[in-house]
C-alpha cells in the first residue's frame, strides 16, 4: 500500500532510521510482529510520527483483511454448503418422530477402576463394568505407577472377568480418554486374550482401530466423544454398540435427540451418566510432581488427592498409568430423584462413575438406582446417594442446561 503523505526536507530535527523503524514495529495488541523491516530512506527527511503510526495502523487492518479473506470460504461453497446444510434441515424435519417403545427399564452401567470396585458394582446390581486398570507404561518419576506388564494385565482382566462372571454381569475394558501410540501398541496385542467381550474408548479412531485389530469386538463411547446430537449418533453408530450422551445436555435436549434417534436405520443402545464427579479437565503432566515432588507423592500412600479453591471446594485429582492427571468437578452430578423423566425417555441404559471411590460406593450407588428403576422413594434414595456424593450434588446442565 501507499501513503497518503510524504516526507518533506526537515527544518530543525530530521528523523533517523531508527526512528522510524521503532514506530512501523510497534504492532501492539494485533496479532501480527514485524520481523524483518528493510528501509530506503537517505535521511534529512521529517514526518509527523502520528502520521507514521496512523500509516502503521492501516496497514496492520489491510493486513488482517488480508489474512482472515484467505480463510473465508467462496461464495460459490458458501452457496454449496447453505444448500446443504437447507437439504439436512429439511430431511430431519421429514423423518418420523417415533414414540418410544413400550416402557423398559434401563440397565446400570458402572465405571471402576479396581477390582475391588469391580465386585461391589457386580454386587450392587448392575448390568456392566467398564473396567479402567492403572495400566502403568509411563517412564521417569518416582511418583508416577509401577510399570504394567502385558502378563500383569491380562491377570488382572481375567480376575476381573471371573468377578463378572459369578456375578453374571458384562466385563468391558475402559481404556484411558487420551490414548496415544504408546498405549495402542501395549495394550492392541492383549486384547484377543483379555477375554472381555467390549472395549470403552473416548475416540472415533480408536474404534476403527480396535476393530481393525479384533473383528467382530463390541466397542463403546464414553463422554468423551461429545455426543450432542442425533447427527453426530448417525455418524458414529456403525461403529458404536452403545454411546454415552454429552453430560452437558439438557433433558429436553435429550429427549428430543432420543426421538430423533429412533428415525434411523440404525441407533446404538444410547446412554446417560446420572452419577459422579465429572472429569473437567486432563493435563499431559503430573501437577502433583509439580506442586509436592515426587518423593512426597511417592512416599505419602495417599488414596486421595484434590485441589482446593477460594471457597473451599475440593476437586478430585488422580494420576494415570501415563503420569497424566485428571481433574474432576468439585461437586458430584446426582440424578438420582430425575430417574422416572430419564426412563421415560426412552433411555438404554444409565451409568455411574465409581472410579477411585471404593467397593462400597461402587455397591451402595447401584443398589440406589437399582431401587429407583423398580420404584422406590425417591427423597429416601435421594438422601443415601447425597450421604456418600463427593463434595455434594448437582444436576448439572439436567434441567437448565448450559450457560452460552
Not at 530535527?13 to 523491516?37: V, Y
Not at 501395549?186 to 481393525?212: H, N, T
Request: hydrophobic share 40%.
Amino acid at each position: 500500500m501507499k501513503a497518503d503523505f510524504s516526507m518533506v526536507p526537515a527544518i530543525k530535527r530530521p528523523l533517523s532510521e531508527d526512528q522510524i523503524e521503532a514506530q512501523l514495529r510497534k504492532t501492539g495488541s494485533t496479532p501480527f510482529f514485524a520481523r524483518n523491516i528493510e528501509i530506503d530512506y537517505p535521511g534529512g527527511l521529517f514526518a509527523p510520527l502520528g502520521e507514521i503510526n496512523r500509516l502503521r495502523r492501516e496497514f496492520l487492518e489491510v493486513a488482517e483483511e488480508e489474512v482472515a479473506s484467505s480463510f473465508r470460504p467462496s461464495v460459490e461453497e458458501a452457496e454449496k454448503a447453505r444448500v446443504g446444510l437447507e437439504d439436512l434441515s429439511a430431511r430431519r424435519r421429514k423423518a418420523p418422530r417415533r414414540s418410544p417403545p413400550e416402557r423398559s427399564r434401563p440397565s446400570i452401567s458402572i465405571y471402576v477402576s479396581t477390582l475391588e470396585e469391580v465386585s461391589g458394582a457386580a454386587e450392587g446390581g448392575c448390568r456392566r463394568v467398564y473396567f479402567e486398570p492403572v495400566v502403568g507404561i509411563a517412564d521417569g518419576r518416582r511418583c508416577r505407577p509401577e510399570k504394567t506388564g502385558p502378563e500383569e494385565v491380562l491377570e488382572t482382566l481375567h480376575l476381573a472377568r471371573e468377578i463378572s462372571d459369578r456375578w453374571d454381569v458384562d466385563l468391558v475394558w475402559k481404556w484411558p480418554r487420551i490414548v496415544r501410540r504408546r498405549f495402542f501398541d501395549f495394550a492392541a496385542p492383549l486384547l484377543e486374550r483379555a477375554r472381555v467381550v467390549e472395549v470403552m474408548v473416548e475416540g472415533v479412531g480408536l474404534a476403527e482401530a480396535v476393530s481393525a485389530q479384533v473383528p467382530g469386538m463390541r466397542v463403546s463411547g464414553s463422554i468423551g466423544l461429545n455426543v450432542w446430537n442425533s447427527s453426530a449418533v448417525e455418524a458414529l453408530g456403525p461403529s458404536f454398540q452403545r454411546l454415552t450422551l454429552s453430560p452437558e445436555l439438557s433433558w429436553r435436549e435429550m429427549a428430543e435427540l432420543l426421538v430423533r434417534s429412533r428415525s434411523l436405520s440404525y441407533s446404538p443402545d444410547l446412554e446417560v451418566l446420572v452419577q459422579g464427579n465429572v472429569e473437567a479437565m486432563v493435563a499431559e503432566n503430573c501437577l502433583l510432581s509439580s506442586a509436592l515432588g515426587c518423593e512426597v507423592v511417592a512416599g505419602a500412600g495417599e488414596d486421595f488427592w484434590g485441589i482446593e479453591d477460594e471457597t473451599g471446594r475440593v476437586f478430585p485429582v488422580r494420576e494415570d498409568g501415563e503420569g497424566r492427571t485428571h481433574v474432576y468437578n468439585a461437586v458430584e452430578l446426582s440424578l438420582i430423584d430425575e430417574v422416572p423423566k430419564i426412563v421415560d425417555m426412552g433411555v438404554g441404559s444409565i451409568a455411574i462413575d465409581a472410579r477411585g471411590r471404593k467397593a462400597g460406593y461402587a455397591r451402595k450407588m447401584a443398589e440406589i438406582y437399582r431401587r429407583s428403576l423398580m420404584g422406590g422413594d425417591l427423597s429416601g434414595l435421594k438422601r443415601e446417594a447425597r450421604e456418600i456424593s463427593l463434595g455434594g450434588i448437582t444436576k448439572g446442565a439436567f434441567l437448565r442446561g448450559r450457560k452460552e
